[in-house]
C-alpha cells in the first residue's frame, strides 16, 4: 500500500478516524472504594500527627514545634497527591484539629495536655493556618506534582 505523496515527495499519513482509540480522560489517581479507604486513613493519619505533635512540640521547642507543623503539612500534600482532591489534604487536618481540642479541654483532676504558653499557640494557630493553606490550594506546587522532574 502505498501512501498519498505532499509536494515534497514526503508521503502523508492520514489523519485518525473517528473509530480509533481515544486517550483516556485525566482522571482521580485512585478509584472511588479506594479514594474511600484513603480518606479514612488519611484521617486516621491526621489524629496520629495530632496526637505525635502535643507531645512532640513542648518537648523539643522550637524544633519540635517546627517538626510537628512540617508533620502535618507533609501528611496534607501527600493526601492531595494521593487521592487528587482536596479532601485528600482537608480530611488529616479534620483529625489532627480534633485532637488539638481533646488537648485543650481540662480533665476532672485539673491536668490538660496543651499549656498556654506560645509555644502551644504557634502550634495550634500555624496548624490552623498551615492546613487550610494545604487544602485550599488550587494545584499542588510544582516539585510536588506528579510526573515533574527536577533538573539539578
Same mark, same amino acid.
Given at each position: 500500500?502505498?501512501?498519498?505523496?505532499?509536494? #515534497? @515527495?514526503? &508521503? /502523508?499519513?492520514? *489523519?485518525?478516524?473517528?473509530?480509533? =482509540?481515544?486517550?483516556? $480522560?485525566? +482522571?482521580?489517581? !485512585?478509584?472511588?472504594?479506594?479514594?474511600?479507604?484513603?480518606?479514612?486513613?488519611?484521617?486516621? #493519619? @491526621?489524629? &496520629? /500527627?495530632?496526637? *505525635?505533635?502535643?507531645?512532640?512540640? =513542648?518537648?523539643?521547642? $522550637?524544633? +519540635?514545634?517546627? !517538626?510537628?507543623?512540617?508533620?502535618?503539612?507533609?501528611?496534607?500534600?501527600?493526601?492531595?497527591? #494521593?487521592?487528587?482532591?482536596?479532601?485528600? *489534604?482537608?480530611?488529616?487536618?479534620?483529625?489532627?484539629?480534633?485532637?488539638?481540642?481533646i488537648a485543650l479541654s481540662p480533665r476532672p483532676e485539673g491536668d490538660f495536655l496543651l499549656v498556654s504558653d506560645a509555644g502551644s499557640y504557634l502550634f495550634l494557630?500555624?496548624?490552623?493556618?498551615?492546613?487550610?493553606?494545604?487544602?485550599?490550594?488550587?494545584?499542588?506546587?510544582?516539585?510536588?506534582?506528579?510526573?515533574?522532574?527536577?533538573?539539578?
Amino acid at each position: 500500500m502505498r501512501h498519498p505523496e505532499n509536494r #515534497l @515527495g514526503r &508521503a /502523508v499519513v492520514p *489523519a485518525p478516524r473517528s473509530s480509533s =482509540p481515544q486517550p483516556p $480522560p485525566a +482522571g482521580y489517581p !485512585l478509584g472511588t472504594q479506594a479514594r474511600g479507604a484513603a480518606y479514612l486513613l488519611l484521617t486516621v #493519619l @491526621g489524629v &496520629a /500527627v495530632g496526637v *505525635a505533635g502535643v507531645f512532640v512540640q =513542648p518537648l523539643w521547642f $522550637p524544633g +519540635g514545634l517546627l !517538626l510537628a507543623l512540617a508533620g502535618l503539612v507533609a501528611l496534607c500534600c501527600g493526601g492531595r497527591l #494521593l487521592t487528587g482532591t482536596r479532601p485528600g *489534604a482537608a480530611l488529616p487536618a479534620v483529625g489532627w484539629f480534633a485532637v488539638q481540642m481533646i488537648a485543650l479541654s481540662p480533665r476532672p483532676e485539673g491536668d490538660f495536655l496543651l499549656v498556654s504558653d506560645a509555644g502551644s499557640y504557634l502550634f495550634l494557630l500555624g496548624g490552623m493556618i498551615l492546613s487550610v493553606v494545604s487544602a485550599t490550594m488550587r494545584s499542588l506546587p510544582r516539585f510536588l506534582q506528579p510526573g515533574s522532574r527536577r533538573d539539578l
